[in-house]
């Protein structure tokens, strides 16, 4: 219930603050049904909000960093969402474990980041680890728009276009040749979405009448931001996040 209140939160801020978004092929996003893993190169801060927007009403876990949990108020909501830390430096065993569970025991399906850090182009393996023993497809999407705030702000373009689900079932092993035989189809499928979203993206911005909408829309964002967050900071004293993780992993 929190994580489908917050997505709504933060999506109507970015819509009163950008309301420029649009999503391509999500016809072939799999059905609310299927559990799936749904992987993009991470390219801002807001790309996993789109995502999940995007693929509403199914709701996700996602890995990570164990940077963004020493913020009392952030780390509670992330982890009310589903998030997971993870050592990016010393992964645990934990950090293939337990979305493989969700994978397999809930209706929830994983958000990753293959390369890792944002603007990296590199995938890594875990994804093709997790879906080859959760067994169930990869869907790739890709983010085109505005990296900074500034231009969020000042109504760039969104797009958000998604890719055919990669089927891994074919590949027997998961050692080094066949993840980079999953990474290569990944990239490649990456590389496509981004080629292709060439064709839509361009520099045309909404209406500025539409602000008279907006404006107030992002006034009452706001409110319900801040009450939000001081619910959030007593309920940090009082809600144990771990309890979703122990009920879905």
Partial sequence: ?????????????????????????????PSQDENYILVAPHRTWWDPVYMAF??????FVFMAKKELFSNRI?????RMCGAFPIDRENPSASAIKYPINVLKKSDRSLIMFPSGSRHSNDVKGGVALIAKMAKVRIMPV??????????????????????????ISDIKKMNDEGIEMVADRIQSEFQ?????????????????????????????????????IIFSFIASFIWNPDKIKEKLG
């Fill in 74 to 78: 952030f780390g509670w909501w992330i």
């Fill in 142 to 167: 890709t983010y085109t728009g505005p990296m900074t705030l500034k231009g969020l702000i000042s109504r760039e373009r969104v797009d958000m276009n998604f890719g055919n689900p990669i089927d």
């Fill in 192 to 228: 496509r979405l981004d080629e292709e979203t060439k064709q839509w993206h361009n520099d045309k911005k909404p209406n500025p009448l539409w602000w008279f909408i907006r404006i107030p829309a992002l006034i009452l964002a706001i409110i319900v931001a801040v009450i939000t």
């Fill in 54 to 59: 995007a693929t509403k009403p199914k709701q």
């Fill in 1 to 29: 219930m929190f994580y489908t209140y917050l997505r709504g939160l933060v999506m109507l801020i970015l819509w009163s603050i950008n309301g420029n978004a649009h999503y391509h092929n999500t016809d072939k996003i």
